[in-house]
C-alpha cells in the first residue's frame, strides 16, 4: 500500500523543543564561540532535517497511480483536510501545498544557518547576540509552517490504515442497490478473509476480499454506500471516489435483486445497471441474485448466496471477462 509507513509529523511545539534543547547540550560540551557555532548549527540541522523528512516520506502525486491520487483526494476531502478558508478546497492539492511549504521552512533554515555562521564566527560579545537573533528566526520560520505540519499529520492519520487496493491486481468491483447480497456474495467467494474499512463518503465500510484463479490473485471490492444509488444521489465527494474505482476496476458486477425482496423496484436496479455501465470502461456483467426466488430478468450469470448456487460460475464469468494473464518467467 503506496501510503503505508508514511512518516511521523512533530507539531512546531515539538520540533523546537527539539532543535534547541539538543542546541543546549551542544553549547554546554565546548566554550565561548565554539560553543555559539555548535548551538547555531545544531539547531538549524534539526529543523531542517526533520522538515526534509516529513517532505521525504510522502509519494510524488504526479507520479502515482490515479486511482491513488483520486482515492487519497476523495478521502482527504471527505475529512475536510486542509480547509483553512472558505476559498481553500480541502484534498490532495492542499496537502501538496502544504508538503511545498514545509520544504521551503527546511530550506529557509538551512540558509539562515549559512548566514549567521559568519556572523557568530566573529566572536566577542556579538557571537551570542547574533546566535539568539539566529534562534528567534528559526522559531518564526516553524511556527510559520505549523498549520502545514497538521494539514499533513492528519492527512497520514487518513491515509495510513486504507485497505490493500492494489492498481497492479486485477479488481472485481462488486455494485447494486442495498440488501441484493453483494456483501454475502464477497464473504462467500473470498471465504470471509475481507478487509474493511470506514471511508469519508460511505457511512459503512468497503470490503476488499481476494481469491485466486490459474495463479492469479484478484481483488473482490464490496462497496456498500457508494455504488448503491444513481450518479445523481452522489455527493462530489462519492463521485469522485467513484471515479478512483473507475481506474482500479477491471471487471464490474452489479446484482439485481429481480424478486424485489431488497426493497427496491427491479427497473430502478436495471437503471443503476445502466448508468454504471455508462461510468466503467470494463466489462459490466449484470448478476441476477437471489436466483433462488427469482430469475426474472435478464442477466449474465445468476447466483444465490443462501443456496450457494452460481458462485463460481459467477466467478469464472469475471474472470473471464478481465481476461488477465499470469506473467511468465523471462526464458533468455
Request: with cysteine; glycine share 8%; charged share 30%.
Amino acid at each position: 500500500m503506496i501510503f503505508e509507513g508514511l512518516p511521523g509529523t512533530p507539531t512546531a511545539e515539538e520540533l523546537e523543543d527539539q532543535a534547541f534543547s539538543r542546541a543546549a547540550r551542544a553549547g554546554r560540551a565546548k566554550s565561548g564561540t565554539d560553543a555559539q557555532l555548535s548551538m547555531l548549527q545544531t539547531a538549524a540541522n534539526v529543523i531542517s532535517d526533520n522538515l526534509e523528512n516529513v517532505v521525504r516520506g510522502w509519494p510524488d502525486f504526479d507520479r502515482i497511480d490515479p486511482f491513488y491520487y483520486e482515492l487519497a483526494d476523495a478521502v482527504l476531502a471527505g475529512e475536510g483536510i486542509g480547509e483553512r478558508t472558505e476559498d481553500a478546497a480541502p484534498g490532495v492539492d492542499a496537502l501538496r501545498e502544504s508538503l511545498a511549504q514545509v520544504t521551503w521552512a527546511s530550506r529557509k533554515a538551512g540558509d539562515l544557518r549559512e548566514e549567521y555562521q559568519p556572523r557568530v564566527h566573529g566572536g566577542g560579545d556579538a557571537a551570542r547576540k547574533h546566535r539568539k537573533q539566529a534562534f528567534a528566526r528559526l522559531a518564526d520560520v516553524v511556527e510559520q509552517v505549523d498549520d502545514d505540519l497538521t494539514v499533513i499529520r492528519e492527512a497520514r492519520e487518513a491515509l495510513r490504515d486504507l485497505p490493500d487496493l492494489d492498481p497492479g491486481e486485477p479488481a472485481i468491483v462488486v455494485a447494486g442497490y442495498p440488501n441484493v447480497g453483494k456483501s454475502s456474495f464477497v464473504n462467500a467467494v473470498t471465504r470471509a478473509r475481507n478487509e474493511t474499512a470506514s471511508y469519508p463518503f460511505t457511512t459503512t465500510g468497503i470490503g476488499v476480499g481476494h481469491l485466486e484463479r490459474d495463479h492469479l490473485r484478484y481483488q473482490v471490492v464490496d462497496t456498500p454506500g457508494l455504488l448503491d444509488r444513481p450518479a445523481e444521489e452522489r455527493n462530489a465527494i462519492e463521485t469522485q471516489a467513484v471515479s478512483a474505482l473507475s481506474h482500479l476496476a477491471d471487471c464490474v458486477l452489479v446484482f439485481v435483486d429481480a424478486s424485489e425482496s431488497c426493497g427496491y423496484p427491479l427497473a430502478d436496479q436495471l437503471a443503476l445497471r445502466d448508468d454504471l455501465a455508462g461510468t466503467f470502461e470494463v466489462p459490466v456483467l449484470t448478476v441476477g441474485a437471489k436466483a433462488d426466488l427469482s430469475r426474472d430478468v435478464e442477466a449474465d450469470a445468476y447466483c444465490s448466496v443462501t443456496e450457494d448456487e452460481g458462485l463460481e460460475e459467477l466467478v469464472d464469468a469475471a474472470v473471464e471477462a478481465i481476461g488477465a494473464e499470469p506473467e511468465l518467467p523471462f526464458d533468455g
